[in-house]
Each structure stands twice: as structure tokens, then as C-alpha cells.
């Protein structure tokens, strides 16, 4: 048989080859699209009537917990007299044992600093309680601007976040967020979706580094600057390991 007579007589078995393969990629994706694939998770945040209910943010689709509550009494005294005496409290950082205080020189010795040292180890001891880590990362901030004006997540853990003077932390519902666009103002789908903290709430959010909380980390920012003499007091605290 000649060259040319090999070549024509190979094609009936290529075009089987291709049929064969046609085919099940034919049912292959008849498969694929018989699958019921599972629903995207759908996160949420909720209020807690005691400090007890905090522990509701170690439910799996819960990436925010906010308590009510009253700055505590004592700190806004502090915080006029820092005003009094001219200094401002700013950047002060600090890695503490749960339950500890800040060391002396963290804080100016002003009326009403034992109240705010109560109120740091007792949310640091919180904190610890809920993720069970050996350190907490303190941190006060008086900020001139807001530090993080627009919507994102942390990549940290757990976070506990309360505002100690001035408006409190913002945050968006889960229906009311487009997480494709973070870090600019189209995020916020819908104005009715953004929710604002009152001064001395608790915050507790789940970071981005949670175990199983990847792409769902609570969305939230700074709130916009109001227009007022006061700074607004800032106190983060953070699971350290």
C-alpha cells in the first residue's frame, strides 16, 4: 500500500478517536452541571445583651458581635484631664499578659488612670478568654483624621474595638457589601447597610486570619470626622501568639 493509501486508510480510526472524545466531554459536563455545587456562605453580626454573649462570635458565620454599654466611669474624667494638662495620648502601643496593665510610662499619671487601667486589663482579659491566647496587643490612638476611612478587613484574628470618646466604629452588613471592591467607596451597595457603633460599645470582629474565615472577615472603617474640638479616643486590642 502506498504512502497516500496509508494516510487515507487512518482516517475512519481518527475519526473515531475524536468521536469517542466528544462524546464524553459531552457527558462530562452534563455531570458537572447535574451538581447541586453548595451556597456561598452568607456572614452576619449580632448584638449581645451581656458580656457573656460576646462568646456568640466564635459561632462559624458570625464575624461581628457589638455590645451596648456606657464608657465606664472614671475614663472620661482621664480624658479631660489629659485635655487639661495638654497631652495627647496617641500611637501608644503595647504587648501585655491578659489581665495585666500597661506598664507606669504608657499612661500620665492624671485622676482617673487606675479606671483606665481597669478598663484595658479587663477587655484584654476578655479578649484572651475568647480565643485563648497568652498575649494581648494593646493599642490607643487619638487620631486627627480617621485612620482607615474606607471599608475593609483586618487580617488578624479576633479584634476587640470600643470608642472611649467620639463617634464609634462603622460597619457593613453582609447583604450590603460588594467584597470585590474593598478599599474603595463602592463597596457599600446600599447607605442602609452601613452601621455605626455608639460611644463605649464593644466591638468584637473576626479577622481575615481566623480559621475558616478567609474572604469573610467583618467589614468596617473609621467613621467619618465629625466636626468637633474633641479628638476621638481609639482602644484596639488584638489575640497575640
Request: proline share 8%; aromatic share 4%; with cysteine.
Amino acid at each position: 500500500m502506498n504512502a497516500a493509501g496509508r494516510r487515507t486508510s487512518g482516517w475512519p480510526a481518527l475519526s473515531l478517536i475524536l468521536q469517542y472524545h466528544l462524546i464524553m466531554n459531552y457527558q462530562m459536563q452534563k455531570r458537572i452541571r447535574s451538581l447541586e455545587l453548595p451556597p456561598i456562605p452568607s456572614v452576619r453580626w449580632e448584638n449581645a445583651d451581656a458580656f457573656a454573649d460576646l462568646s456568640r462570635i466564635l459561632e462559624p458565620l458570625v464575624n461581628l458581635v457589638r455590645l451596648h454599654r456606657a464608657v465606664p466611669h472614671g475614663i472620661q474624667s482621664y480624658l479631660n484631664a489629659l485635655d487639661e494638662a495638654g497631652i495627647r495620648l496617641n500611637c501608644v502601643r503595647s504587648v501585655v499578659l491578659p489581665g495585666d496593665p500597661l506598664p507606669e510610662d504608657a499612661l500620665p499619671d492624671l485622676p482617673g488612670r487606675d479606671a483606665l487601667q481597669s478598663e484595658i486589663q479587663r477587655l484584654s482579659e476578655l479578649l484572651a478568654d475568647l480565643t485563648g491566647c497568652p498575649k494581648t496587643g494593646i493599642r490607643i490612638e487619638m487620631p486627627d483624621q480617621p485612620m482607615c476611612p474606607r471599608m475593609h478587613v483586618d487580617h488578624v484574628t479576633l479584634r476587640l474595638i470600643t470608642t472611649w470618646r467620639g463617634p464609634g466604629t462603622e460597619w457593613l452588613d453582609e447583604a450590603g457589601t460588594d467584597r470585590r471592591l474593598l478599599g474603595s467607596d463602592h463597596v457599600i451597595r446600599e447607605r442602609a447597610a452601613v452601621h455605626r457603633a455608639n460611644t463605649g460599645d464593644i466591638l468584637i470582629l473576626k479577622g481575615e486570619r481566623w480559621p475558616g474565615n478567609s474572604g469573610l472577615g467583618a467589614v468596617h472603617r473609621s467613621p467619618p470626622a465629625e466636626g468637633t474640638q474633641q479628638r476621638r479616643v481609639l482602644f484596639a486590642c488584638d489575640a497575640v501568639w
